[in-house]
């Protein structure tokens, strides 16, 4: 991996971005201090990190721990009453097993996280001190630490200071999984920290050391040292994590592509980098916008559900007879009964989103919903690019939101947030502009966010038509304030020439909708 300095200020816009929606608050603000270590101050709705220069490792190495720690000060966000200072051996001891409950907690919900929470481990276990450097009593709490979080130990202890390490150990993992097990909080698990001093046979007020690394920051590990401890690390968590590939860990393949863009997008200037697909395509600003004010975690979470139940190997599909009756389905014209079939799923899909005027009361709408189906395609590891169209200086733009060769993330939920509702919806000049990209890439599926009001309903039509004899199923989705409305979205695209249409009112109905979308 490329070694390279990343500036603070990009570090700090897409560490903002994902301890915001990691812990589901949008007013927590992040910043990088050289002079304290990786901390939540929660009265100050505030996380402090320890910036790049200061771990172990290459700069993708770096950015990994850097990005894995911004994860578990969202989960103490979201999970934690209090955190205690680490000065002292309550508190440290505290904190230290809060981290463990936050852990179990936060990877209920972010299963993505294992091989990155398994690959900090090993660089946790790397930086932490040989025993015989900790001096006193604070070797006791040090050991606890180690042992504690990665199941090994860095040095040697005499055999009955072992012995209470391991007992201390055994009586912290039970009251964590009983705080898991009957959802007890940190003031619960507060209650049981004297026990734990009182095996280490420690003083609760004990100063803690800072921990510093015991090899010169900055400085790379061999990759065998590194698999070594990586290989050490997955074995004593295979309780928790079951069996991992070890070399999956190492190479990091998920976060490489969320690395890389944060690498491109440094080099460029605003509207560089991307290449322009076609004549009339443009790649918008990402650059100072918040785009959390489109993330609808009750929506993607909701289609999440959704999708994981329908992975399973069945789906609903309408029927003109059946047990079953959809309502809304019959108000929309479509066969009113649904039943169980088996499905499969396609893998190519190009999104676009109308952002004319006529969209404009309900753009954040469309937008979380187009946010939220990305968020859920890249979970299914589907291939997909997103594009939007608005006008700008009296010209109509297509705008190249997310390419098909490069994951979602959040610069491209940026560039989704950036764009403005306006002008009038040439929807067919748009498909025109778009129509050698989709005769090259020849995706399954074609869907299109719109009201159903083209300016020329007409071409649309002709258009729909030319892009359905590629072999590309077209469907569109509209969004309505309310049923009526809803209702005659329905039906306005019914009349454009797609292969499946739907329309909803609520949000929160689109999970019960879009299932269809994917299927064959």
Same mark, same amino acid.
């Given at each position: 991996?490329? @070694?390279?300095?990343?500036?603070?200020?990009?570090?700090?816009?897409?560490?903002?971005? *994902?301890?915001?929606?990691? @812990?589901?608050?949008?007013?927590?603000?992040?910043?990088? +201090?050289?002079?304290?270590?990786?901390?939540?101050?929660?009265?100050?709705?505030?996380?402090?990190?320890?910036?790049?220069?200061?771990?172990?490792?290459?700069?993708?190495?770096?950015?990994?721990?850097?990005?894995?720690?911004?994860?578990?000060?969202?989960?103490?966000?979201?999970? /934690?009453?209090?955190?205690? @200072?680490?000065?002292?051996?309550?508190?440290?001891?505290?904190?230290?097993?809060?981290?463990?409950?936050?852990?179990?907690?936060?990877? %209920?919900?972010?299963?993505? &996280?294992?091989?990155?929470?398994?690959?900090?481990?090993?660089?946790?276990?790397?930086?932490?001190?040989?025993?015989?450097?900790?001096?006193? %009593?604070?070797?006791?709490?040090?050991? =606890?630490?180690?042992?504690?979080?990665?199941?090994?130990?860095?040095?040697?202890?005499?055999?009955?200071?072992?012995?209470?390490?391991?007992?201390? $150990?055994?009586?912290?993992?039970?009251?964590?999984?009983?705080?898991?097990?009957?959802?007890?909080?940190?003031?619960?698990?507060?209650?049981?920290?004297?026990?734990?001093?009182?095996?280490?046979?420690?003083?609760?007020?004990?100063?803690?050391?800072?921990?510093?690394?015991?090899?010169?920051?900055?400085?790379?590990?061999?990759?065998?040292?590194?698999?070594?401890?990586?290989?050490?690390?997955?074995?004593?968590?295979?309780?928790? =994590?079951?069996?991992?590939? +070890?070399?999956?860990?190492?190479?990091?393949?998920?976060?490489?592509?969320?690395?890389?863009?944060?690498?491109?997008?440094?080099?460029?200037?605003?509207?560089?980098?991307?290449?322009?697909?076609?004549?009339?395509?443009?790649?918008?600003?990402?650059?100072?916008?918040?785009?959390?004010?489109?993330?609808?975690?009750? *929506?993607?979470?909701? #289609?999440?559900?959704?999708?994981?139940?329908?992975?399973?190997?069945?789906?609903?599909?309408?029927?003109?007879?059946?047990?079953?009756?959809?309502?809304?389905?019959?108000?929309?014209?479509?066969?009113?009964?649904? +039943?169980?079939?088996?499905? @499969?799923?396609?893998?190519?899909?190009?999104?676009?989103? $109308?952002?004319?005027?006529?969209?404009?009361?309900?753009?954040?709408?469309?937008?979380?919903?187009?946010?939220? *189906?990305?968020?859920?395609?890249?979970? #299914?590891?589907?291939? =997909?690019?997103?594009?939007? =169209?608005?006008?700008?200086?009296?010209?109509?733009? /297509?705008?190249?939101?997310?390419? $098909?060769?490069?994951?979602?993330?959040?610069?491209?939920?940026?560039? *989704?947030?950036?764009?403005?509702?306006?002008?009038?919806?040439?929807?067919?000049?748009?498909?025109?502009?778009?129509?050698?990209?989709?005769? +090259?890439?020849?995706?399954?599926?074609?869907?299109?966010?719109?009201?159903?009001?083209?300016?020329?309903?007409?071409?649309?039509?002709?258009?729909?038509?030319? #892009?359905?004899?590629?072999?590309?199923? &077209?469907?569109? &989705?509209?969004?309505?304030?309310?049923?009526?409305?809803?209702?005659?979205?329905?039906?306005? #695209?019914?009349?454009?020439?797609?292969?499946?249409?739907?329309?909803?009112?609520?949000?929160? $109905?689109?999970?019960?909708?879009?299932?269809?979308?994917?299927?064959?």
């Amino acid at each position: 991996m490329q @070694s390279l300095e990343l500036p603070n200020e990009s570090l700090l816009e897409i560490t903002t971005f *994902l301890v915001r929606r990691w @812990s589901e608050k949008d007013n927590i603000n992040v910043e990088i +201090s050289e002079n304290i270590d990786t901390r939540t101050r929660l009265n100050e709705n505030r996380v402090i990190l320890t910036p790049l220069e200061k771990r172990i490792g290459d700069t993708f190495q770096k950015y990994r721990q850097l990005r894995t720690a911004v994860w578990y000060e969202a989960m103490r966000i979201k999970f /934690c009453k209090k955190i205690l @200072s680490n000065d002292h051996a309550f508190g440290f001891i505290l904190n230290t097993i809060e981290t463990k409950r936050v852990e179990e907690l936060g990877r %209920k919900i972010w299963r993505g &996280m294992d091989e990155e929470i398994i690959f900090n481990y090993a660089f946790l276990l790397i930086s932490r001190p040989q025993l015989q450097t900790v001096y006193g %009593k604070a070797r006791m709490v040090e050991a =606890f630490y180690q042992y504690f979080m990665s199941g090994a130990i860095k040095g040697e202890l005499p055999s009955n200071n072992f012995e209470k390490i391991r007992k201390a $150990d055994e009586f912290a993992k039970k009251i964590v999984d009983r705080a898991i097990r009957e959802n007890y909080d940190t003031e619960w698990l507060e209650k049981h920290v004297s026990e734990i001093i009182k095996i280490l046979d420690i003083d609760s007020l004990l100063s803690i050391p800072i921990s510093l690394p015991f090899m010169k920051a900055g400085m790379p590990l061999s990759e065998q040292e590194l698999q070594k401890v990586v290989k050490i690390v997955a074995k004593n968590k295979e309780g928790d =994590f079951g069996a991992m590939d +070890s070399k999956a860990i190492l190479s990091g393949e998920q976060i490489k592509d969320e690395y890389n863009i944060l690498v491109e997008e440094n080099k460029k200037t605003d509207n560089k980098g991307l290449a322009k697909e076609a004549i009339g395509i443009q790649v918008p600003s990402s650059k100072n916008i918040d785009e959390t004010k489109i993330y609808d975690l009750s *929506l993607i979470n909701g #289609l999440k559900t959704k999708f994981r139940e329908w992975r399973t190997g069945w789906k609903e599909q309408h029927v003109r007879t059946g047990e079953e009756f959809d309502e809304e389905n019959f108000i929309e014209g479509h066969e009113p009964f649904f +039943s169980d079939f088996k499905k @499969s799923i396609k893998t190519k899909i190009v999104i676009l989103l $109308d952002h004319s005027s006529s969209i404009s009361s309900d753009a954040v709408g469309y937008k979380k919903a187009t946010l939220a *189906l990305c968020e859920v395609l890249s979970f #299914l590891k589907v291939q =997909f690019s997103v594009y939007a =169209f608005s006008t700008e200086n009296r010209a109509v733009v /297509c705008w190249s939101i997310k390419p $098909d060769n490069v994951k979602w993330n959040n610069i491209s939920a940026k560039r *989704l947030a950036k764009i403005v509702a306006n002008g009038s919806t040439p929807l067919a000049e748009v498909y025109d502009k778009m129509f050698g990209v989709l005769q +090259s890439k020849r995706p399954d599926i074609f869907l299109t966010l719109t009201d159903g009001e083209p300016s020329d309903p007409e071409a649309v039509r002709k258009m729909t038509k030319s #892009l359905k004899s590629l072999g590309i199923t &077209m469907v569109a &989705m509209g969004l309505g304030p309310n049923t009526v409305r809803a209702t005659t979205i329905a039906n306005n #695209l019914s009349h454009l020439g797609y292969e499946k249409t739907m329309a909803v009112s609520r949000l929160k $109905d689109i999970p019960s909708k879009v299932i269809r979308i994917l299927e064959k």
